[in-house]
């Protein structure tokens, strides 16, 4: 039978199972917009956990030696079961995370394409290949590859439950490592669904992909567990916290943490085009995007239109959970509490609402916020709400200085009619990523690497870098004759060393 016959006699009834091992506590999973219970699932302990690691490991070495065709081929049956499920998936993320399901329909679509970049571009990453030797060891060939490390912990997020995670899961898979998956408690469901999927489209390897469900101690138990690698998407304070106990097991981290992302809006900017980027970066999925727009500097010449534009558009937004709504509500209530401090530092501060400046209840309406002082917690640190601060600067120099005034830096955008100019700010901002006249582009094109610097974190996902970053580089030499005089023995002749130096004296030493 094959794989596609196989995963096509599973039910329906089998997603959203997770085994218990022995774990009696449990916890409820539910609609942000309802309160209605989506799922009960077990809060793993650490003994649950280990288990789930250990049962990984033989799991990992039978995926390894599928090979890169192996993989690539299961790889592509898993996503083919996705893309045939999409709707049902979409629904389920919809009612644990709240976002319309035309958003998770986009979200899982995303996730879709990175899986098959992942599975067609392993082998040419990180297969085997020759180096040069060079001069000193000419009598030698020199070969590099790429090892996966193993199992991978994979801690994912809530805002975006399919998409973020599938960044390392997709990725670490290819590069031919187990994986056990900690989803958010807050989509838990979400998780247990892509784990079930998994072991319908792939049953001959089906422990390469486990999941655990739980909160902060589970995942510090997937921390504690010797997996070869753990990527972790969150906050930055968490991130510390998962940095530490990784530390202890000396275990390496990738680390995605959170943003406060800015737009430059410069003199020729096609400013209804940027107006309508920054209102779908601000407020797409009610704001929860760590590379969302939450910060705009708008040049002098174009600052009233822009603030005219955006606040045109955004006066026709309205949340809520039906299928008209522009946006859901905030998946973590907790988040609200933020949102609201952030609003009323803003506006205490000296700066004005032009739309919303409200926080009632889980459904937050659209805000356009003006003349922010920079010192304001709505400046300084993410919000992850559906907010945006609009501020006039001189010119997109200031305007860089501004952006790059931050302890964060994961992406940016910059909208200007001269490619030069626009290319320029791009690199000069302090981001891992910038978009040009769009924003969020580059989380779609999987060959580009996804990741910040500073406060928002360090390592890649997607891409070959997000490959490579889920392997151990090998190294391998093999001697195909010997030289006459071999200088790595204490045979060789007293003037070997004198020869040496001479040879390196003419070959290098005319550089000044």
């Known amino acids: 039978m094959s794989l596609a016959e196989q995963m096509d006699t599973v039910t329906a009834g089998a997603a959203g199972t997770v085994d218990r091992h022995a774990t009696t506590e449990t916890f409820e999973s539910t609609n942000p917009a309802t309160g209605a219970v989506v799922g009960v699932f077990p809060v793993h302990d650490d003994s649950a956990v280990q288990e789930t690691v250990e049962r990984a490991r033989p799991a990992a070495q039978r995926w390894a030696e599928l090979g890169f065709d192996g993989r690539r081929q299961r790889l592509a049956a898993y996503r083919g079961y996705l893309a045939r499920r999409l709707h049902e998936l979409a629904d389920l993320v ?3 995370n709240g976002k319309p399901h035309a958003d998770a329909i986009l979200e899982i679509t995303l996730a879709i394409d990175h899986l098959a970049w992942a599975g067609t571009h392993a082998r040419k990453t990180l297969g085997e290949r020759r180096v040069r030797a060079g001069m000193l060891a000419a009598n030698h060939a020199a070969y590099l590859e790429y090892q996966p490390l193993g199992v991978v912990g994979v801690i994912g997020p809530w805002n975006y439950p399919v998409f973020t995670p599938m960044g390392s899961i ?19 469901a979400v998780g247990a669904w892509l784990a079930a999927a998994w072991r319908a489209a792939v049953p001959d390897v089906a422990d390469a992909f486990q999941v ?13 567990a010797g997996v070869g690698k753990l990527a972790f998407t969150g906050s930055a304070p968490t991130g510390r916290k998962v940095m530490a106990a990784c530390a202890e097991t000396l275990t390496p981290v990738l680390m995605e943490l959170g943003g406060k992302d800015a737009m430059i809006v410069d003199d020729d900017a096609d400013v209804a085009a940027a107006a309508d980027a920054a209102v779908w970066g601000a407020m797409s999925n009610a704001g929860q995007t760590c590379i969302g727009i939450e910060r705009v500097y708008a040049t002098a010449p174009v600052y009233d239109r822009f603030v005219a534009e955006v606040t045109e558009r955004v006066r026709g937004l309205r949340p809520g959970s039906d299928d008209e709504a522009a946006y859901g509500p905030m998946t973590m209530a907790a988040q609200t509490d933020v949102v ?9 501060s000296g700066g004005r609402a ?3 400046g409200t926080v009632d209840g889980g459904f937050i309406p659209p805000t356009v916020l003006l003349d922010v002082p920079e010192s304001s917690s709505a400046v300084r640190e993410e919000t992850f709400g559906p907010t945006l601060t609009i501020t006039r600067v001189a010119d997109a120099e200031e305007a860089l200085a501004r ?6 830096g994961l992406a940016g955008a910059v909208f200007s009619r001269s490619k030069a100019r626009a290319m320029d700010l791009a690199r000069r901002m302090r981001s891992g990523m910038t978009s040009v006249n769009s924003v969020l582009t ?3 094109i999987p060959a580009l690497p996804f990741g910040g610097v500073g406060e928002s974190g360090f390592g890649r996902i997607h891409g070959e870098d997000g490959l490579k970053e889920f392997t151990r580089a090998k190294a391998i030499t093999r001697q195909r004759y010997a030289l006459p005089v071999n200088l790595m023995s204490f045979t060789r002749p007293p003037a070997a060393a004198d020869a040496l130096a001479r040879v390196m004296g003419m070959v290098h030493g005319r550089h000044r």
């Open 354 to 356: 032009v739309l919303g």
């Open 94 to 96: 919809h009612r644990e």
């Open 403 to 408: 952006t790059n005034a931050t302890s964060y």
């Open 340 to 348: 609201k401090r952030h609003l009323e530092d803003a506006t205490s």
């Open 212 to 224: 655990v469900t739980g909160f902060g101690e589970t995942g510090a138990a997937l921390c504690r």
């Open 442 to 444: 580059f989380a779609s």
């Open 170 to 188: 997709a990725y670490a898979l290819a590069a031919g490592n187990a994986v056990v998956f900690k989803p958010s408690e807050y989509t838990p």
